[in-house]
Every structure is written in C-alpha cells, then in structure tokens.
T-cell receptor, first 110, second 116 residues
Framework: GDSVTQMEGPVTLSEEAFLTINCTYTATGYPSLFWYVQYPGEGLQLLLKATKADDKGSNKGFEATYRKETTSFHLEKGSVQVSDSAVYFCALNADDKIIFGKGTRLHILP | GAVVSQHPSRVICKSGTSVKIECRSLDFQATTMFWYRQFPKQSLMLMATSNEGSKATYEQGVEKDKFLINHASLTLSTLTVTSAHPEDSSFYIC????????????FGPGTRLTVL
C-alpha cells in the first residue's frame, strides 16, 4: 500500500545552518504531498504542500519540491532558527486520507 | 488558523475502566473528524473516520467495540476507550476537516492515555 519514509532523527543543527530532511514515498497514483510540523505542546500544522510533479511548496523559509522521478519530497531550509525546533512529518494524500511518515525531531542550538 | 482542542490532555486510568476523549473544532464546523493513534517513534496511524450524524468508518484492525466514536454535532467528536488495558496506552490525536480537501484538516494537540 501507499507509504511514506522519512529520515530518522533527532537532527541537531546550529542556528543558521542549512537543513535537509529527506522524504520518499510509495503510491499507486499521483498523491498530493505535505509537510506537517508539530511544535512542543501543540497540534500538527500544515507547513507546505505540493499537488503535482515539479510543484514546489514553500512557507516560512522552508521549501520542498515534488519529484516524481525519484518519488521524493525533501524538506529544505537555508538558515534555520531556534524557533524551528519541532517534529516534522512528511505525508501524502491517498483516497482522501492522510498517510504520515514517522516524523523527524529537529533540535536547533543557539 | 482554525483551532481544534482535545480534552483531557493527559489521563491515567486503571485497567478495565473506560475513558472518554473529546475533540472540538472551536471556530469552524467539521462534518468529518479523524482519530489517530501514535506510538513512540512511530507515525500517526489512522484509527477511524467520523462523519457527523452517521457511524464511524474504522480502519482495518481497529476494534470498533473497543474504540467507540460518536460525532453528534458539527463541532464535537468523542472517542471512548472501553475496558482499557495497558496496551491501549498511547497518544491519541484527532483532526477535523473544514472542507472537502485533505489538506484542510486541522489537528488537535493530542491526549496521552496511560492505563495502569
């Protein structure tokens, strides 16, 4: 069935470092792809999305490009901040349900 | 943005008792709500889809008699874990959908259930 695989954490970076969190997916059709973020003590929030191949989703300095040829949707940010510390979930939409990866915990050190 | 609340945030109960978890959409109406379960270092597992005024649709492997879901209004869904056992201890998360598209789901902060 459809699934999402993302890099295991935790990922620890210094402030202003470049961030990449890898995500690959398996799907029978052409799903929409998402990145969700969960800040401490809060619910999941949609960070960005892409609905078709070569689309780039972006928000708050984060970007991810829908790569059909590599079935990937890697999350990137050029310069992370302490406030970006959170858990990040890659996800896809299959049959109107959202399937999540296991999440990657990100720690940013000042 | 849209806000979804859950109550309680944490609950500890004895084995054999039942526990009710509430999920509310605070500033929008949700015809569809979802219940997820999250194990440590695991992804969110969809348990069931709850539609207002009708029976919930459970995912394969989820016991509907154990996890009772009621969606009696457009702003409230409840999950009752009946005859809880230690293996039911987990983090339960709800989400509410504001529109027809999957990306209009808004998530609650979760409820940590510990069964002794």
């Amino acid at each position: 069935g459809d699934s999402v695989t993302q890099m295991e954490g935790p990922v620890t970076l210094s402030e202003e470092a470049f961030l990449t969190i890898n995500c690959t997916y398996t799907a029978t059709g052409y799903p929409s792809l998402f990145w969700y973020v969960q800040y401490p003590g809060e619910g999941l929030q949609l960070l960005l999305k892409a609905t078709k191949a070569d689309d780039k989703g972006s928000n708050k300095g984060f970007e991810a490009t829908y790569r059909k040829e590599t079935t990937s949707f890697h999350l990137e940010k050029g310069s992370v901040q302490v406030s970006d510390s959170a858990v990040y979930f890659c996800a896809l939409n299959a049959d109107d349900k959202i399937i999540f990866g296991k999440g990657t915990r990100l720690h940013i050190l000042p | 943005g849209a806000v979804v609340s859950q109550h309680p945030s944490r609950v500890i109960c004895k084995s054999g008792t039942s526990v009710k978890i509430e999920c509310r959409s605070l500033d929008f109406q949700a015809t569809t709500m979802f219940w997820y379960r999250q194990f440590p270092k695991q992804s969110l597992m969809l348990m069931a889809t709850s539609n207002e005024g009708s029976k919930a649709t459970y995912e394969q492997g989820v016991e509907k008699d154990k996890f009772l879901i009621n969606h009696a209004s457009l702003t409230l869904s409840t999950l009752t874990v009946t005859s809880a056992h230690p293996e039911d201890s987990s983090f339960y998360i709800c989400s509410a959908r504001a529109g027809a598209r999957a990306d209009t789901q808004y998530f609650g902060p979760g409820t940590r259930l510990t069964v002794l």
